[in-house]
């Protein structure tokens, strides 16, 4: 409970204030990724073997996982900009980049998973990733909370 109370700490004070701003969505992510890597080293309290084969692994992930993060701000952009009137056929384009990045996404993380559990057991690799979830999961839910909602257009 305190580390879900600790990330959401981190949360909320790196992002309402940059998602307010009407199309703008910019994040510190040096400022991001240190909070980030400082919660997961004290959640999963690796031992020094541990460490040694975890940290080059997490280091690359996370660099993958930012050229995923930042289509997702542009995605996040794009439906701050055009929310008041979206067409049927941008709402096309729009949910295919949206499930793409999905498919993207759940790609990288089973290609992770597979190299974490090549070198540490599976309770630790599936330890860290419910701890990705729980982050993820916490930050959408503060964007969703900034994101206008999509309104009917009268036929």
């Not at 949360?11 to 040096?30: R, T």
């Not at 660099?63 to 067409?87: D, G, P, V, Y």
């Not at 096309?92 to 990288?108: G, H, P």
């Amino acid at each position: 409970m305190k580390t879900l109370v600790k990330m959401l700490t981190v949360l909320i004070f790196l992002f309402p204030p940059l998602l307010h701003a009407q199309v703008s969505f910019d994040i510190d992510m040096d400022e991001f990724l240190t909070a980030k890597k400082a919660l997961v080293k004290e959640t999963l309290q690796l031992t020094e073997k541990e460490s040694a084969v975890f940290w080059p692994l997490y280091d690359a992930y996370v660099k993958a996982q930012i050229k995923i993060f930042n289509r997702h701000t542009a995605l996040i952009r794009e439906h701050k900009q055009k929310s008041e009137n979206l067409s049927d056929k941008e709402a096309e384009v729009l949910i295919n980049k949206y499930l793409e990045l999905q498919a993207d996404e759940l790609k990288l993380k089973q290609a992770y998973v597979k190299k974490f559990s090549k070198k540490l057991p599976y309770r630790r690799v599936y330890q860290f990733f419910d701890l990705e979830d729980r982050i993820e999961a916490g930050f959408f839910a503060v964007v969703a909370e900034e994101l206008p909602l999509i309104k009917e257009i009268p036929m």
